[in-house]
Nanobody, 115 residues
């Protein structure tokens, strides 16, 4: 069983920054990939960014240049630094980890960006 615990969400003004963290625990060695997805009201869950165990990254076009994902493999923790936040970034952000080809999700953390 893999547990993902997220932290760092909150309310911020447009142009501000937030940092999300997600720690994976349980019977794992090292997730093949970890990442962040988000879901705004009325929308489908969408990929924000992912990072593989080797450090390769992928970003949604809407966040390129503003968001940065990083990973501490020793701690099985992934971070999402979000800068220049926009109201359209408002959503519940979910951490995801792929372990032994299985996908696990965190409980989600709310990010609200006011204009």
């Amino acid at each position: 069983q893999v547990q993902l615990v997220e932290s760092g969400g909150g309310l911020v003004q447009a142009g501000g920054s937030l940092r999300l963290s997600c720690a994976a625990s349980g019977r794992i060695f090292s997730p093949e990939a970890m990442g962040w997805y988000r879901q705004a009201p009325g929308n489908q869950r969408e990929l924000v960014t992912i990072i593989t165990s080797g450090g390769s990254t992928k970003y949604a076009d809407s966040v390129k240049g503003r968001f940065t994902i990083s990973r501490d493999n020793a701690k099985n923790t992934v971070y999402l630094q979000m800068n220049s936040l926009k109201p359209e970034d408002t959503a519940v952000y979910y951490c995801n980890a792929v372990v032994s080809l299985k996908s696990y999700w965190g409980q989600g953390t709310q990010v609200t960006v006011s204009s």
